[in-house]
Protein backbone atom coordinates (compact mmCIF):
# COMPACT_ATOMS: atom_id res chain seq x y z
CA UNK A 1 0.00 0.00 0.00
CA UNK A 2 1.12 3.35 -0.94
CA UNK A 3 1.60 5.86 1.95
CA UNK A 4 -0.47 8.80 2.02
CA UNK A 5 2.61 11.01 2.64
CA UNK A 6 4.11 10.65 -1.03
CA UNK A 7 3.52 12.83 -3.31
CA UNK A 8 4.40 12.49 -7.02
CA UNK A 9 5.46 15.91 -8.90
CA UNK A 10 5.04 16.36 -12.32
CA UNK A 11 6.08 19.61 -14.32
CA UNK A 12 5.40 19.63 -17.79
CA UNK A 13 5.04 21.70 -21.01
CA UNK A 14 3.07 21.44 -23.86
CA UNK A 15 2.58 17.61 -23.49
CA UNK A 16 -1.04 17.57 -24.16
CA UNK A 17 -0.37 14.33 -26.10
CA UNK A 18 1.56 12.21 -23.14
CA UNK A 19 0.20 13.78 -20.26
CA UNK A 20 -3.13 11.99 -19.36
CA UNK A 21 -1.20 8.72 -19.80
CA UNK A 22 1.00 9.17 -17.84
CA UNK A 23 -1.31 10.68 -14.70
CA UNK A 24 -3.56 7.91 -15.28
CA UNK A 25 -0.62 5.27 -15.10
CA UNK A 26 0.32 7.25 -12.04
CA UNK A 27 -3.04 6.39 -10.21
CA UNK A 28 -2.52 2.60 -10.75
CA UNK A 29 0.18 2.82 -8.72
CA UNK A 30 -2.14 3.47 -5.89
CA UNK A 31 -1.05 6.73 -5.45
CA UNK A 32 -3.76 9.54 -4.87
CA UNK A 33 -1.56 12.79 -4.09
CA UNK A 34 -0.32 14.14 -7.52
CA UNK A 35 0.66 17.32 -8.29
CA UNK A 36 0.85 18.70 -11.92
CA UNK A 37 2.29 22.05 -12.39
CA UNK A 38 1.86 23.55 -16.38
CA UNK A 39 5.24 25.49 -17.27
CA UNK A 40 3.18 28.28 -19.13
CA UNK A 41 2.09 25.63 -22.15
CA UNK A 42 0.62 27.23 -25.15
CA UNK A 43 -1.17 23.63 -26.35
CA UNK A 44 -4.47 22.25 -24.51
CA UNK A 45 -2.49 20.60 -22.15
CA UNK A 46 -4.02 22.26 -19.04
CA UNK A 47 -7.52 21.57 -19.46
CA UNK A 48 -6.55 18.16 -19.84
CA UNK A 49 -4.82 17.92 -16.37
CA UNK A 50 -8.14 19.43 -14.97
CA UNK A 51 -10.50 16.56 -16.19
CA UNK A 52 -7.96 13.96 -14.24
CA UNK A 53 -8.66 15.38 -10.77
CA UNK A 54 -5.41 16.33 -9.48
CA UNK A 55 -3.68 19.08 -8.36
CA UNK A 56 -2.84 21.18 -10.79
CA UNK A 57 -1.04 24.57 -10.90
CA UNK A 58 -0.12 26.98 -14.04
CA UNK A 59 2.80 29.04 -14.60
CA UNK A 60 1.40 32.24 -16.92
CA UNK A 61 4.32 31.87 -19.05
CA UNK A 62 7.16 29.18 -19.35
CA UNK A 63 9.75 29.67 -16.58
CA UNK A 64 11.89 26.18 -17.42
CA UNK A 65 11.89 22.92 -15.64
CA UNK A 66 13.72 23.71 -12.54
CA UNK A 67 11.17 26.51 -11.52
CA UNK A 68 8.35 23.62 -12.39
CA UNK A 69 9.40 21.24 -10.42
CA UNK A 70 10.30 23.62 -7.79
CA UNK A 71 6.82 24.81 -7.30
CA UNK A 72 5.07 21.51 -7.52
CA UNK A 73 7.70 19.91 -4.63
CA UNK A 74 7.33 23.48 -2.25
CA UNK A 75 3.59 22.84 -2.59
CA UNK A 76 3.75 19.01 -1.61
CA UNK A 77 6.29 20.08 1.48
CA UNK A 78 3.50 22.30 2.07
CA UNK A 79 0.75 20.01 2.02
CA UNK A 80 2.51 16.99 4.29
CA UNK A 81 4.80 14.74 1.95
CA UNK A 82 6.98 12.87 3.45
CA UNK A 83 8.64 11.32 0.20
CA UNK A 84 8.44 13.15 -3.65
CA UNK A 85 8.70 11.80 -6.64
CA UNK A 86 9.64 13.72 -9.33
CA UNK A 87 8.69 12.24 -12.88
CA UNK A 88 8.38 13.56 -16.27
CA UNK A 89 5.59 14.41 -18.14
CA UNK A 90 6.29 13.16 -21.67
CA UNK A 91 5.59 9.70 -21.08
CA UNK A 92 9.55 8.55 -21.85
CA UNK A 93 9.13 7.07 -17.74
CA UNK A 94 7.34 4.74 -16.42
CA UNK A 95 5.05 5.46 -13.74
CA UNK A 96 5.43 1.50 -13.09
CA UNK A 97 8.82 2.12 -11.18
CA UNK A 98 7.40 4.53 -8.77
CA UNK A 99 7.06 1.45 -5.74
CA UNK A 100 10.56 0.23 -6.72
CA UNK A 101 12.16 4.05 -5.89
CA UNK A 102 9.61 3.95 -2.89
CA UNK A 103 11.37 0.63 -1.91
CA UNK A 104 14.73 1.79 -2.45
CA UNK A 105 14.33 5.09 -0.51
CA UNK A 106 12.86 2.60 2.58
CA UNK A 107 14.94 -0.56 2.41
CA UNK A 108 18.47 1.56 2.17
CA UNK A 109 17.50 4.15 4.78
CA UNK A 110 18.74 6.66 2.05
CA UNK A 111 17.67 10.80 1.42
CA UNK A 112 17.43 10.14 -2.33
CA UNK A 113 17.14 7.82 -4.87
CA UNK A 114 18.05 8.42 -8.69
CA UNK A 115 16.77 6.82 -11.39
CA UNK A 116 19.12 5.93 -14.40
CA UNK A 117 19.03 5.30 -17.87
CA UNK A 118 19.81 1.79 -19.14
CA UNK A 119 22.43 3.05 -21.64
CA UNK A 120 21.37 0.70 -24.85
CA UNK A 121 20.35 0.82 -28.29
CA UNK A 122 17.50 2.56 -28.11
CA UNK A 123 18.85 5.61 -26.75
CA UNK A 124 19.73 8.10 -29.09
CA UNK A 125 23.44 8.32 -30.13
CA UNK A 126 23.84 12.18 -28.86
CA UNK A 127 21.87 11.72 -25.51
CA UNK A 128 25.04 8.67 -25.25
CA UNK A 129 27.68 11.30 -25.25
CA UNK A 130 25.85 13.96 -23.54
CA UNK A 131 24.60 11.79 -20.35
CA UNK A 132 28.34 10.22 -20.51
CA UNK A 133 29.92 13.72 -20.46
CA UNK A 134 27.84 15.07 -17.96
CA UNK A 135 28.13 12.09 -15.19
CA UNK A 136 31.51 12.08 -15.57
CA UNK A 137 31.72 15.72 -15.07
CA UNK A 138 29.48 15.63 -12.32
CA UNK A 139 31.79 12.45 -10.82
CA UNK A 140 34.77 14.84 -10.98
CA UNK A 141 33.48 17.36 -9.14
CA UNK A 142 31.03 16.13 -6.52
CA UNK A 143 32.36 12.78 -5.84
CA UNK A 144 28.19 10.97 -6.31
CA UNK A 145 29.33 8.05 -8.31
CA UNK A 146 25.67 7.82 -10.34
CA UNK A 147 25.38 5.82 -13.91
CA UNK A 148 23.21 8.79 -15.28
CA UNK A 149 23.05 12.44 -13.44
CA UNK A 150 20.32 13.89 -15.77
CA UNK A 151 17.31 11.35 -15.49
CA UNK A 152 14.64 13.35 -14.31
CA UNK A 153 12.76 10.41 -12.60
CA UNK A 154 13.84 10.84 -8.80
CA UNK A 155 12.91 10.09 -5.34
CA UNK A 156 13.63 11.45 -2.19
CA UNK A 157 12.65 12.47 1.48
CA UNK A 158 10.85 15.57 2.63
CA UNK A 159 13.91 16.27 4.62
CA UNK A 160 16.36 15.64 1.76
CA UNK A 161 14.22 17.96 -0.39
CA UNK A 162 15.20 20.51 2.10
CA UNK A 163 18.59 20.43 1.93
CA UNK A 164 18.76 19.60 -2.16
CA UNK A 165 16.40 22.50 -2.74
CA UNK A 166 17.67 23.92 -6.27
CA UNK A 167 17.94 27.68 -7.11
CA UNK A 168 18.63 26.97 -11.31
CA UNK A 169 15.21 27.22 -13.33
CA UNK A 170 16.22 24.73 -16.46
CA UNK A 171 17.43 21.56 -16.91
CA UNK A 172 20.81 22.60 -14.75
CA UNK A 173 18.18 21.34 -12.07
CA UNK A 174 19.27 17.72 -11.65
CA UNK A 175 23.21 18.92 -11.68
CA UNK A 176 22.51 21.60 -9.07
CA UNK A 177 20.69 18.88 -6.74
CA UNK A 178 23.61 16.31 -6.94
CA UNK A 179 25.70 19.24 -5.79
CA UNK A 180 23.48 20.37 -3.05
CA UNK A 181 23.10 16.81 -1.81
CA UNK A 182 26.70 15.85 -1.59
CA UNK A 183 27.77 19.20 -0.40
CA UNK A 184 25.10 18.48 2.40
CA UNK A 185 26.67 14.52 2.65
CA UNK A 186 23.42 12.81 1.51
CA UNK A 187 22.87 9.27 1.52
CA UNK A 188 21.84 8.33 -1.69
CA UNK A 189 21.06 5.26 -4.13
CA UNK A 190 20.58 4.39 -7.73
CA UNK A 191 18.39 1.64 -9.46
CA UNK A 192 18.18 1.42 -13.34
CA UNK A 193 15.14 2.53 -15.54
CA UNK A 194 13.46 1.50 -18.73
CA UNK A 195 12.99 4.75 -20.65
CA UNK A 196 11.06 5.17 -23.85
CA UNK A 197 12.29 7.04 -26.61
CA UNK A 198 9.03 8.97 -28.04
CA UNK A 199 10.71 11.83 -29.71
CA UNK A 200 14.74 11.06 -30.69
CA UNK A 201 15.08 14.83 -30.80
CA UNK A 202 13.89 15.56 -27.60
CA UNK A 203 15.90 16.58 -24.79
CA UNK A 204 19.26 18.60 -24.27
CA UNK A 205 21.16 20.33 -26.67
CA UNK A 206 24.85 20.52 -27.43
CA UNK A 207 24.51 23.94 -25.88
CA UNK A 208 22.29 22.57 -22.89
CA UNK A 209 25.05 20.37 -22.26
CA UNK A 210 27.61 23.15 -22.37
CA UNK A 211 25.94 24.88 -19.79
CA UNK A 212 24.89 22.14 -17.73
CA UNK A 213 28.67 21.62 -17.78
CA UNK A 214 28.87 25.32 -16.56
CA UNK A 215 26.75 25.36 -14.31
CA UNK A 216 27.91 22.18 -12.63
CA UNK A 217 31.34 24.33 -12.24
CA UNK A 218 29.23 27.18 -10.60
CA UNK A 219 26.96 24.78 -8.82
CA UNK A 220 30.41 22.97 -6.60
CA UNK A 221 32.85 26.15 -6.64
CA UNK A 222 30.58 29.10 -5.65
CA UNK A 223 27.39 27.33 -4.30
CA UNK A 224 25.47 28.68 -7.62
Not at 36 to 57: C, H, P, Q, R, Y
Not at 192 to 221: A, C, E, R, S
Request: charged share 30%; hydrophobic share 40%.
Amino acid sequence: MINKNVFVVIPGFNEEKHISGVIKKVKKTGIKNIIFVDDGSVDNTFNIVKKEKVIALRHEINLGKGSAAKTGCDLAIKLGAKIIILIDSDGQHKPEDIPRFINELKTKKVDIVFGSRKIDKNMPLMLKFGNWFITRATYILTGFNLKDTQSGFRCFTDKGYKKIRWKSTDYSMESEMISNASKKNLKYSEIFIDTIYIDKFKGTTIFDGMKIFINILKFVLFGG
